[in-house]
Structure formats: C-alpha cells, structure tokens
C-alpha cells in the first residue's frame, strides 16, 4: 500500500494561469481521486491582484473541467476544492510576502498542517528568483522541524550559464534536497514505463547496446501552432522549448545504466551520467549535425495554419525556430558509435511523441532469391502520443496463397 504522504500546504505562485489550469490542478485532482493526498492538507494559490478564494476556486474548477485526464467524480472536486484559499502577494512588494507569510501561519493552524510548506513555482522563469529571495528573506525556507520544498517547473535558464546562476543563486536560499527541478513529461505513463520495460524485462537488456542496435530516433511533434504564445514562444524557440528537458528526459531514460535501487537519488545519478557522456560537439560539428526550420502558412487536414511570423508577439523577422532536429552521440562502451536522432517541431502533420529504436539487420541473409529476400530491420517504437504503448516490429512469412478451388472448399 501506498504512504500517505506528511501534511502539508501546497502554495502556487501563478495560481491564475495556464500551467495551474492545465496540468498542476488536474493532477492534484488526480492524486485526491486515489486518495493519496494527505488528509490535513490545503492548497493556496498566489495572485497578484484581488480575486477571493472563490473566484480561484471557480476558475481552477473550470480548468479541471477543460483538462481533467480522467471523469470529474464531483464529491471528489467538491472536497478539493473547499481547500482552496486565495492569497495577494506580489514580489515586488516585500511586505506582501510577510503578510502571505502570516496568513500561512494562521492557516496552518486552522488546517493542522503542521508547517510543512510545498512551494509550487508556475510563473514566468523571470520571477523564480524574485519570489524564491523573498521566501528566503521572510524565513519561509528554513525548516524548524517541518518541511519546506520549492517546485520549479522548466524551463530552468536559457543557456548553461544562465541555468549555473539560478542554480547557484537558490543554494544559496535554499538546501539542494530543497529544491525539484521537474518536468511534467515524467508522469506519463508509458515515460515511466521505459524503466520498467527496460528492468524488468530480461529479454531486452542483454540487446540495449551498440551490439544490436542500429540507431535511436526520439520524436515530438505537433500539431498546433504557437497560438497565443507568441511572445514565450518567439524568445525561446523550439529547442529550448523541448530538446534539454523533454527529449533529454527520454533520452537519458532509454540510455542510462541500471540504478542500484529504484530511489530518486539512484535513478537521478545514473540520468546524469549518461547525460555527461553525449559528446560535445564544435560549433562546425553542431552546425552539420542540426537543422532548424520555421513553419510558413499552410493546411493541416482541415485547419488552416498561419505563417508562425503572423503570429500574434512574434516579431515578423524572427529566425526563432519552429522546429529543430539533431543528432547526437553518446561516448561510453554501451552506446559508443550509435547515433541518437532527437525532433521535435510544432504546426506538424501529426502529433507524435514515440521513441524508435531500430536494430542491426540480421546478420546472414539466408532468404536470398525468395519472396523474404528483403527484411526491413526490426523496430521497438514506444509511444506516449497520439496513443501510448509499446510495439515491436519483426518479419514473419507471408502467408502462402491457397489456390480458390481449395479456398472455396
Ligand atoms: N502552460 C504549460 O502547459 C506549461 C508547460 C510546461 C511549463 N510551463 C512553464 O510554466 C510557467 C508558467 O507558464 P504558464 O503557461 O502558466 O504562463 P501564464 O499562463 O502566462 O501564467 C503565468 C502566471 O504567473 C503569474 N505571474 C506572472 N508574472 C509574475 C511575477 N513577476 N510574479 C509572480 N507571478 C507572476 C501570472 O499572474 P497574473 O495573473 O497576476 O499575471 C500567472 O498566474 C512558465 O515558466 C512556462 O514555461 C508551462
């Protein structure tokens, strides 16, 4: 069975936009539904101007109702949503941060959380720093013997420097143990499922390696447009957007090494290890090895596509692109000389998140001059979208004509 987790408050900064709406409320209602939220528990969302707690809680109602992964149980929603307070605080103004602080307290005692406080940063990358130094400054991350945890969703910095400044400005605030860098592409099931498919399967692990595959193609497409996103959109692009959080992800969970356990501390070091082992490439390298596009207008089935430098905050030069594609390689003894082909684009024909591992061909070709003559390599595709699963593809014999007085007798 599973533990319960501690009492806790959950307190999300951007409790008024889209990432709250779409995935962090549906998820919680998720977790209430399997009843593995803590009994003493209460979520606070973070506005910056005036809406009360039922207005939050009318609004996080519709986007569960928009974006809920599985039918709404209202009794389930009701209780969740009781638990919603709304709470002004801007980080601008540092007194608003205090006065967050005691209404916490006031809450906390009210709900029996025990002062256990899980921070959930659903804002703008440019405001992790401002509100994560006034958690720090009004002694919000110091744990007394309760807990506090501080959730910050990607993208987490624009470049490596960038990344090392956030990185180095939180530990200063803040323990590592304190701190969840996520991405909401590891709770997808079939995600999940690579380690188990690859770990528990004894069929797979002895072929996972340069000795049997060919190469490995990490696909994700789609779809949609930028729509209203333009002004994120047009100063991040494509591979920012998706390659080193998403596809990485997948990445490293299709080519790490086994973990000792299966605890978070043990799966994240050996993610990391692989991670460091993709070759560097030189710029000339980077250059031959990628290709960046931008959509233009155009027709997908029914639904028209406007040129992305149409869009609404996008700048109509912008070189920003829409699709990036690359390949790379990863240098240690399982996976040296294999070539790993990453994609990901959007305004694409179909939406596709798969993984393709194709193996070596057979390596005798004794179905020469037969009707088998030409074997296509075999494939493991595993898929989260359109729908998830796992497929292996293999040759079998064609099954032999039977002649039509036989067939009809
Ligand atoms: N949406 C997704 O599906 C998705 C997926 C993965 C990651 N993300 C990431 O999640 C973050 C939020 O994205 P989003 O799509 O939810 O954006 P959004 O719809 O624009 O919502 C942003 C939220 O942050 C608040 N906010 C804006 N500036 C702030 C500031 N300086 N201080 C405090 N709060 C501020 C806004 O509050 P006001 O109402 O007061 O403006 C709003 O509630 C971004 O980093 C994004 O890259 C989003």
């Known amino acids: 069975m599973q533990k319960k987790p501690d009492p806790c408050s959950f307190i999300i900064f951007g409790a008024t936009g889209d990432l709250t709406h779409r995935l962090v409320v549906p998820a919680l209602y998720n977790l209430a539904a399997g009843n593995l939220l803590p009994d003493k528990f209460c979520v606070v969302g973070i506005v910056r101007k005036g809406m009360s707690s039922e207005q939050l809680s009318d609004s996080l109602m519709q986007g569960l109702r928009k974006f809920a992964t599985r039918p709404v149980d209202e009794a389930v929603a009701k209780r969740l949503f009781e638990c919603v307070t709304s709470v002004e605080a ?41 509100i994560s130094e006034q958690l ?32 180095s400005a939180l530990l200063k605030l803040m323990d590592e143990h304190q701190i969840y860098r996520i991405d909401h592409y ?3 099931e079939t995600v999940q499922n690579i380690l188990v498919l690859r770990f528990a399967n004894g069929m797979f692990e002895p072929i996972w390696n340069r000795n049997h595959i060919d190469h490995i193609q990490i696909t994700v497409d789609e779809k ?31 080519t790490m090494e086994p973990p000792a356990r299966f605890d978070a501390h043990a799966v994240r070091s050996e993610k990391a290890e692989v991670l460091s082992a993709i070759q560097i490439q030189s710029e000339q390298e980077a250059l031959s090895n990628s290709v960046r596009g931008q959509y233009r207008t155009g027709r997908i089935g029914d639904t028209e596509i406007e040129d992305y430098l149409k869009t609404p905050d996008v700048r109509p030069d912008s070189s920003t692109e829409t699709y990036a594609a690359l390949k790379l390689t990863i240098d240690n003894w399982r996976w040296a000389g294999v070539p790993f082909y990453l994609r990901t684009g ?39 979208e359109p729908t998830e699963g796992i497929e292996l593809q293999f040759n079998t014999k064609v099954r032999a004509r039977r002649s039509t007085s036989t067939a009809s007798r």
């Open 346 to 384: 959007k305004a694409l024909t179909t939406k596709r998140t798969e993984i393709a591992i194709k193996f070596k061909q057979a390596p005798f070709a004794m179905f020469r001059d037969t009707a088998v003559d030409r074997l296509s390599q075999n494939y493991l595709v595993i898929s989260t």
């Open 186 to 188: 590891l709770g997808k």
């Open 136 to 167: 720090g400054r009004t002694g919000m991350l110091e744990e007394n013997g309760a807990w506090r945890r501080l959730i910050i969703e990607k993208p987490f910095g624009t470049d490596l420097a960038s990344a090392r400044a956030l990185n």
């Open 224 to 254: 949609l447009g930028v729509g209203h996103r333009g002004s994120f959109y047009d100063a991040t692009g494509a591979l920012r957007d998706m390659v080193p959080n998403h596809l990485f992800q997948l990445l490293s969970l299709v």
């Open 90 to 130: 801007d980080p601008r103004d540092p007194a608003s941060f205090d006065a967050m602080n005691e209404r916490l307290d006031k809450l906390e005692k009210a709900r029996g959380t025990g002062g256990n406080r899980l921070f959930y940063l659903a804002t703008p990358p440019s405001a992790f720093l401002p």
